[in-house]
Nanobody, 123 residues
Framework: QVQLVESGGGSVQAGGSLRLSCAASGLTFRNFAMGWFRQAPGKSREFAAAISRSGEKTYYADSVKGRFTISRDNAKNTVYLQMNSLKPEDTAVYYC????????????????WGQGTQVTVSS
């Protein structure tokens, strides 16, 4: 069974940093592009960042560009999201997702999803 397990969420003050991790199992990790999405209360799930299978191509939402960095370690079957200069509007549940082969940014195109980890940024 495919599992994506996020960790590293928590509460932080505006301007602070967090590093999220997503450990994948049950799939050939290197064959999947990976993404991070987030969902704030009352909002739809939105794209934050994605990374290609080899880690050489990345996409970022305009809202996080320059502040967030996605990376992956294929030997560890893990993808990361380094979040710096956090803002209250970054508060959301953050989800890790996997998409076979192709890097994409649409929620609908991802094959597998984690349970999410809460990130709360206070002012």
């Amino acid at each position: 069974q495919v599992q994506l397990v996020e960790s590293g969420g928590g509460s932080v003050q505006a301007g602070g940093s967090l590093r999220l991790s997503c450990a994948a199992s049950g799939l050939t990790f290197r064959n999947f592009a990976m993404g991070w999405f987030r969902q704030a209360p009352g909002k739809s799930r939105e794209f934050a960042a994605a990374i290609s299978r080899s880690g050489e191509k990345t996409y970022y939402a305009d809202s996080v560009k320059g502040r967030f960095t996605i990376s992956r370690d294929n030997a560890k079957n893990t993808v990361y999201l380094q979040m710096n200069s956090l803002k209250p509007e970054d508060t959301a549940v953050y989800y890790c997702a996997a998409r076979f082969m192709l890097i994409v940014t649409s929620v609908e195109e991802y094959n597998y999803w984690g349970q999410g980890t809460q990130v709360t940024v206070s002012s």
